[in-house]
């Protein structure tokens, strides 16, 4: 799967979140189904293809270290090991004026689970296990779209942030939003803009991830 058919994949997570799940031609939906947990399931399928090396990942899985708890979207595990943790974002409107203070938050938090040893539940068979962080945990925050967000403060966000240690920002679709309601879907997908950049950094921690 490449960044193209990531993005196609979205489109279409929202084109039918707003039908009904069992189908009647007299039920209609007036809000949108949330489409949270298929998002991370997407994209953590996107990124179990374009790791070469043998990882697993933990996905919407809470992560207890005593009494206080890592709750990523995604945790990237490598021989018993998670490396790296991924928080998935569609875009910023639910803290366009905070996000900067957000991921300052987030390195403080990181910092407190280097080289622990997490206590974790099965979501299927409900049997406890343990993981542990690696000693240079590395907190990834996705966003999937630039929009919804003026141009000039979602740029300030990204410089205010980009010296953080162990926190990462990534825009992957900055023009462009999966929500769309036009005609030509996929005229739509095939000329929206792809952040290379982000990708191939993207691409560049789960190598380090695999190492």
Known sequence: MDARELFRQLVYLYINARKPIYYHPCI???KSHSIASQVEDLF??????????????LV???????????????????????????DIKTDLGWNRDGFTKFCHEKQKIIEQFRSV????????????????????LHYHIIILSGCNIASSKLEKHLKDTERLKNVHVYVLFPDDHPNYYG?????????????????????TA??????
Request: net charge positive; glycine share 4%; hydrophobic share 35%.
């Open 28 to 30: 209609r939906r007036g």
């Open 117 to 136: 040893t997490f206590s974790a539940t099965d979501g299927i068979t409900k049997q406890k296990f343990q993981v542990k962080a690696d000693g240079v």
């Open 183 to 203: 005609s030509s879907v996929e005229d739509f997908i095939n000329s929206a803009k792809i952040n290379e950049k982000d990708f191939n950094r993207i691409k």
């Open 60 to 86: 919407h899985q809470p992560l207890n270290y005593r009494k206080k708890r890592l709750y990523p979207d995604i945790s990237v595990v490598k021989n018993g090991v998670i490396t790296h943790v991924f």
């Open 44 to 57: 953590t399928f996107f990124l179990s293809l374009n790791l070469t090396e043998d990882c697993s990942f």
């Open 206 to 211: 789960l190598t380090k991830a695999s190492t």
